[in-house]
């Protein structure tokens, strides 16, 4: 089983930027691709992105395309999220997961969770 901490959720007007990170508890961490979702108020989860094992094939959707970008530093065992022109529809709880097939697409099975951490959007 993998333990994953995500960080770097906070507050920031329209426009601004944030970086969130999540950590890993395991090694190898390239045994896993990893997701991010984000869960707004009163509404279901919704897929961000996903990375495979090695990092060399990523998946984003459409309403984050350009702006979001996620990427991993296996050494470091984190994935990250780099999330620019944050708009106020982007207020959620934004979540890490971990895909132990390895596959990392919007459809997979991911089967460890992060406990979030919220973004705050004001406008």
């Known amino acids: 089983q993998v333990q994953l901490v995500e960080s770097g959720g906070g507050s920031v007007q329209a426009g601004g930027s944030l970086r969130l990170s999540c950590a890993a508890s395991r090694r190898p961490f390239s045994n896993y691709a990893m997701g991010w979702f984000r869960q707004a108020s009163g509404k279901d989860r919704e897929f961000l992105a996903a990375?495979?094992?090695?990092?060399?094939?990523?998946y984003s959707a459409d309403s984050v395309k350009g702006r979001f970008t996620i990427s991993r530093d296996n050494a470091k065992v984190t994935v990250y999220l780099q999330m620019n022109n944050l708009k106020p529809e982007d207020t959620a709880v934004y979540y890490c997961a971990a895909d132990s097939s390895g596959l990392g697409t919007p459809n997979s099975k991911f089967d460890y969770w992060g406990q979030g951490t919220q973004v705050t959007v004001s406008s």
């Open positions: 990375i495979s094992r090695s990092g060399g094939r990523v």
